[in-house]
């Protein structure tokens, strides 16, 4: 995979790409993925279903695309989200810096929050440089383009262990810890 594309897409516009129209929540609209010509990445479109088929005699063809129902961002945390949160941080982390060497940890953080109903494949393109899997958010709408690295199986658990490291709440060193510390405060004497 070439570094510098852009493989972490916006979330879902408002409106049609096409018309310019405001989608209500529970429309169907269609979502593409388009090469961008200005980098080596992508651009998303969202388009009324309408728009999509009108545009029949456009020059642009898409890289991916799908139907999905548009629901407005949401932006309610629950408790367990702090936990999710992590995991969908450190996905958008590792893709927007898009080292190789983290190819192994983006595909197992993307399969967990797919696990989690947080994303869903929408998609897969196979490349020259392999398969590349597009997922989006269900709630936010995000596109995320993961390649899938076709990890050996009796290398997925050392991988899952290095992604719950990354997860966990790394401790303080010790002179940090020495410093939120509270200094110990003399009870009086009965």
Same mark, same amino acid.
């Given at each position: 995979?070439?570094? *510098?594309?852009?493989?972490?897409? +916006?979330?879902?516009? +408002?409106?049609?790409?096409?018309?310019?129209?405001?989608?209500?929540?529970?429309?169907?609209?269609?979502?593409?993925?388009?090469?961008?010509?200005?980098?080596?990445?992508?651009?998303?479109?969202?388009?009324?279903?309408?728009?999509?088929?009108?545009?029949?005699?456009?020059?642009?063809?898409?890289?991916?695309?799908?139907?999905?129902?548009?629901?407005?961002?949401?932006?309610?945390?629950?408790? #367990?989200?702090?936990?999710?949160?992590?995991?969908?941080?450190?996905? +958008?982390?590792?893709?927007?810096?898009?080292?190789?060497?983290?190819? *192994?940890?983006?595909?197992?953080?993307?399969?967990?929050?797919?696990?989690?109903?947080?994303?869903?494949?929408?998609?897969?393109?196979?490349?020259?440089?392999?398969?590349? +899997?597009?997922?989006?958010?269900?709630?936010?709408?995000?596109?995320?383009?993961?390649?899938?690295? *076709?990890?050996?199986?009796?290398?997925?658990?050392?991988? #899952?262990?290095?992604?719950?490291?990354?997860?966990?709440?790394?401790?303080?060193?010790?002179?940090?810890?020495?410093?939120?510390?509270?200094?110990?405060?003399?009870?009086?004497?009965?």
């Amino acid at each position: 995979m070439a570094l *510098n594309e852009t493989w972490h897409l +916006r979330s879902r516009a +408002r409106q049609c790409s096409a018309t310019g129209t405001p989608f209500i929540e529970g429309q169907p609209i269609i979502t593409a993925i388009f090469p961008d010509p200005e980098s080596s990445g992508y651009l998303r479109k969202d388009f009324l279903e309408e728009a999509w088929k009108q545009r029949g005699g456009e020059d642009e063809t898409p890289f991916s695309s799908w139907r999905t129902t548009y629901s407005p961002l949401l932006t309610v945390e629950t408790p #367990q989200a702090v936990t999710k949160q992590g995991a969908e941080e450190l996905l +958008r982390t590792l893709v927007e810096e898009d080292q190789e060497h983290t190819e *192994n940890t983006r595909y197992i953080l993307a399969l967990m929050l797919e696990r989690q109903k947080l994303l869903r494949e929408t998609d897969s393109q196979p490349t020259a440089g392999g398969i590349l +899997r597009i997922y989006e958010h269900r709630k936010t709408g995000e596109v995320f383009i993961i390649k899938d690295p *076709n990890i050996p199986l009796d290398q997925v658990e050392k991988i #899952q262990q290095e992604v719950i490291m990354l997860l966990s709440p790394q401790p303080l060193p010790p002179e940090e810890a020495a410093e939120e510390t509270p200094p110990a405060t003399e009870e009086p004497a009965s």
